[in-house]
T-cell receptor, first 113, second 113 residues
């Protein structure tokens, strides 16, 4: 069965600091990988997605993520965070040819001015 | 388009009561799903459907039933509510093959006392 681990539960940063949020998945086959963001009081929004090809994918708002197959990882990065990035971030995996999107436990990011 | 709508927004139940959470979408999406969101647990898939008349279990299906008699509607039934079912419930929908582009409803906050 697919599962997703996010080891950083709560991250606190100052504005302009760099961000890296970890995501590891367990599934032996081909996967599609995603990062979502949930701003306070809002729905989930898709930040970026990876299906195949270049393992470094760029998303909205300056976020990027790198797929490292050998490490079963898909870490999210941003070179310089802003106060408006304060939100909860979820990694998700969809095993190829399945109909389930499985989410990680989420990482709460707080950015202070 | 109204998108994905959920009713009610809030609900308080006593242990043992039953109720149905409603979900409807007007985007002609084949795929619909129910998640529950709990602090520190992320979003967990309860049930999903790939089309009218077809449903399947997700990660945490026990205590919940679903049906999909039309493309638009995907109600979630709690047969005998338990305090462990206190959570925020999200319904989502998407085109088949685009699970990552799920549109999420506004959520139902359920408390079971």
């Amino acid at each position: 069965a697919q599962s997703v681990s996010q080891h950083n539960h709560h991250v606190i940063l100052s504005e302009a600091a760099s961000l890296e949020l970890g995501c590891n998945y367990s599934y032996g086959g081909t996967v599609n990988l995603f990062w979502y963001v949930q701003y306070p009081g809002q729905h989930l929004q898709l930040l970026l997605k990876y299906f195949s090809g270049d393992p470094l994918v760029k998303g909205i708002k300056g976020f990027e993520a790198e797929f490292i197959k050998s490490k079963f990882s898909f870490n999210l990065r941003k070179p310089s965070v802003q106060w408006s990035d304060t939100a909860e971030y979820f990694c998700a995996v969809n095993a190829y040819n399945t109909d389930k999107l499985i989410f990680g436990t989420g990482t709460r990011l707080q950015v202070f001015p | 388009n109204a998108g994905v709508t959920q009713t009610p927004k809030f609900q308080v139940l006593k242990t043992g009561q039953s109720m149905t959470l409603q979900c409807a979408q007007d985007m002609n999406h084949e795929y619909m799903s129910w998640y529950r969101q709990d602090p520190g647990m992320g979003l967990r898939l309860i049930h999903y459907s790939v089309g009218a008349g077809i449903t399947d279990q997700g990660e945490v299906p026990n205590g919940y039933n679903v049906s999909r008699s039309t493309t638009e509607d995907f109600p979630l039934r709690l047969l005998s509510a338990a305090p462990s079912q206190t959570s925020v419930y999200f319904c989502a929908s998407s085109y088949l093959g685009q699970l990552y582009e799920q549109y999420f409803g506004p959520g139902t906050r359920l408390t079971v006392t």
